[in-house]
């Protein structure tokens, strides 16, 4: 496992703990099952059920403690934007960019290194889990939490997903990821059954969640709100029990999300389908209810111990016996933290459109700037503030602060008219329906009021810079005609206003590629092909995944439809070109296997700066369909002024292939693959064959 690094083995070698009668007892490294069982084996059925669920309303993110055998509370805390201040004792926490943003950046190592700041948060702060990173798919763009989640495509998602949960479980802090599963809408979240067919099922919305598990072993998974195929998240045998735990081999615990089992009718329902704890009010799990249930046989104590001992091992396993000083140091609120936070939005930041060159701006040439707009001067992190995700920092530079720091002596004015550049900023500002859980948005263009702001300036002038300040796609036909550049640098964090002047004056080069399509209108979008029948559901209350396994790209591929900005794009200050391609070997044979394609690729412009080169398969000949692009493989890579670079990115076998229902399993079929390479799912440069015999 992962986390067995030198220093977490030796807390758990000197692992104490306090007992029922003050003395300490040492538990044994090397057999952590046993410490679990042993510990097990010294509870009380009433303790068992106590375990189960959080202290209750004052303390909804820390677990019961059994005093009487020395097991304390453990303590959660929500992420994924770092620690979010109503679940982290109100302290104020490094605020790290959105997880689109983070997406956007294309970079695994800096998902590992924002899981690795976050754990050393949270440990400071004296937690064990963090309630993050969220990995469910982009399927509407309307959803009020795309910004939390990292893409329409299962390979970037898990890509990105695995760093983070490594990062996070490297420093001995608890991943949990969630919402499982197919949980990508907020209207009627809580209600709502996502209608979907098991290859869609498996090979979209499930499949994140299958490779973080095999790949970084999360200690836990949050089942969702809403029913799959009828059956609500928290029961749901097959999606728990059949799928996670036995077929993925899943060690960790399953825990709700919050209040998730109110409209579940049975206790027994919950634990036999392998849920281990209810968040955070018992309501399944009050003890009568489990004690009746267990009398009547409607679960065993095996199936209660199965429950206990998943989550007693995540304790041991986060140091939640350890004493603070066997434990890996924390640190909050650091300068390095803060500097990653900046890095991540400055590499996520995506050019959208720069015609004529406008940008990057130079400070010579301008002497007086106007900034505008409703996102100019917005702080974003207050408590609650787009949900549960919402941090807190110890301080926040909004667009004009960045912008005023930039351009410090400059004259800065509000009338366009009088400027030499007019930069507005636009976008959402997660109130409810504008990038906030538990309400989606409502359309997909700006407020009318904004994009009379856009189009009043750019008549007046004509160098005119729009910055959408949003964590989803946003409609742009309106406007985006006759505005010259549009920068997206969705919520950057705490840094944020110095990550848009840098990038606006060209100290970083724009680097970062979408994660999601960008539709030119709302109808345009799979998930919203019939109203309400696929989105936001029928008068049961059922949403029909009808699009199947054609979300995103694989959507506007298929059906030939023209995206504003395609999956995958994303501009720069400077020119690449890709030369030629090679392979070691174009043959894989078993679907361990991997192979490497090295893509040539030589800056041919004026500055210094990122190209991420992206790989889609397509299955030439298949007895099933199968997308016309699958994204497979990708790397970023820096390139200096007149550099040529060598890029090897690998392919493993595995993600070549599709769920085979008849087989219940994942199926690649004997013959050739066309590998697309190119800098967007639109923009392919090469194409090669391999095989796979
Ligand atoms: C959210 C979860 C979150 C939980 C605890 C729920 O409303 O859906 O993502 O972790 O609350 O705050």
Redesign the pocket.
């Known amino acids: 496992m992962t986390i067995y690094n030198g220093y977490l083995l030796d807390y758990i070698s000197g692992m104490s703990m306090a007992t029922d009668n003050g003395q300490s007892i040492k538990y044994e490294i090397h057999n952590l099952d046993d410490q679990v069982d042993n510990l097990l084996s010294r509870l009380e059925l009433k303790e068992k059920f106590q375990l189960l669920t959080s202290q209750g309303w004052t303390k ?2 820390s677990t019961n403690p059994i005093k009487r055998v020395g097991i304390p509370s453990f303590k959660m805390t ?1 992420g994924p934007l770092g620690i ?1 201040r ?2 982290g004792g109100f302290k104020k926490a490094t605020r790290f960019p959105a997880t689109i943003s983070l997406a956007a950046t294309w970079d695994r190592n800096l998902a590992y290194e924002m899981g690795k700041a976050i754990a050393k948060e949270i440990r400071a702060i004296g937690r064990h889990m963090l ?2 990173p ?1 990995i469910n798919i982009h399927r509407t763009p309307l959803c009020g939490r795309t910004f ?1 989640y990292f893409s329409e495509d299962p390979y970037l998602t898990k890509e990105l997903a695995i760093p983070v949960v490594k990062g996070v479980q490297g420093e001995g802090i608890g991943a ?1 990821i ?2 499982y599963a197919a949980n990508n809408q907020e209207i009627d ?1 809580r209600s709502s059954s996502s209608e979907l067919g098991e290859r869609t099922l498996h090979e979209i919305y499930l499949k994140a969640f299958e490779e973080v598990v095999k790949e970084a072993d999360p200690w836990s998974v ?1 089942g969702s ?1 809403n029913k799959i195929n009828g059956v609500y998240g928290c029961e749901n045998q097959y999606l728990l029990k059949d799928v996670l735990m036995d077929k993925w081999g899943f060690k960790g615990f399953v825990m709700t ?2 209040f998730a089992t109110r409209p579940i009718e049975t206790t027994e329902g919950c634990i036999n389908a392998g849920l281990s704890l209810e ?2 009010i018992p309501n399944k799990y009050k003890r009568k209810s489990l004690q009746a249930a267990l009398d009547a046989g409607k679960f065993s104590e095996d199936t209660l111990n199965d429950a206990v001992r998943r989550y007693l091992r995540v304790m041991f396993l986060t140091g939640a016996f350890a004493k603070p000083s066997e434990l890996p140091s924390g640190a909050i609120n650091t300068r390095e933290h803060q500097e990653l936070s900046r890095k991540i939005g400055e590499e996520g930041a995506v050019l959208l459109k720069n015609e004529g060159d406008l940008l990057p701006l130079k400070l010579e040439d301008v002497k007086t700037i106007a900034l505008l707009g409703s996102n100019l001067k917005k702080k974003f992190g207050k408590i609650g503030y787009g ?3 919402a941090v807190v920092p110890p301080y926040e530079i909004t667009p004009f602060e960045g912008m005023k720091e930039k351009v410090s002596g400059k004259r800065i004015v509000s009338n366009p008219a009088e400027a030499d550049v007019a930069i507005v900023f636009v976008g959402l500002n997660h109130d409810k329906g504008m990038d906030s ?2 309400y989606d948005r409502k359309q997909l263009e700006l407020p009318d009021d904004q994009v009379a702001l856009i189009e009043s300036t750019v008549e007046v002038n004509p160098n005119t810079i729009v910055v959408i300040v949003a964590g989803s796609p946003i409609a742009m036909d309106p406007w985006l005609d006759r505005v010259p550049a549009v920068l997206m640098p969705w919520y950057s964090g705490m840094e944020g206003g110095r990550v848009i002047a840098n990038i606006l004056f060209g100290d970083v080069s724009p680097s970062g590629k979408l994660p999601i399509t960008f539709p030119r209108k709302l109808s345009d979008s799979p998930a919203h092909k019939e109203s309400p029948r696929t989105y936001p559901g029928d008068e049961e209350k059922k949403v029909h995944y009808d699009e199947g396994i054609f979300v995103g790209y694989r959507w506007f591929d298929e059906k030939e439809v023209e995206p504003l900005f395609p999956f995958g794009y994303g501009l720069s200050y400077t020119s690449f070109d890709i030369g030629s391609v090679s392979f070691e070997s174009d043959i894989l044979s078993s679907p361990t296997d991997t192979l490497t394609v090295n893509v040539d690729i030589t800056n041919t412009g004026s500055t210094a700066g990122s190209e991420t080169i992206q790989i889609y398969s397509h299955d030439v000949e298949s007895s099933v369909v199968r997308p016309r692009k699958e994204l497979v493989g990708f790397e970023k890579a820096q390139v200096g002024v007149g550099e040529s670079k060598t890029v090897s990115i690998k392919i493993k076998a595995k993600d070549l292939a599709f769920y085979d229902v008849d087989k219940q399993d994942w199926t690649i079929e004997n013959g050739d693959f066309d590998l697309q390479i190119g800098t967007s799912s639109r923009d392919i440069n090469h194409t090669a064959r391999i095989r796979f015999d």
Do not use: F, V
């Open positions: 909804m993110y929500d979010a109503h679940s309630l993050a969220g939390e949990c969630k919402h979240r949050m709100y999300d919050w968040m955070p949900g549960s995700s859980e538990t």
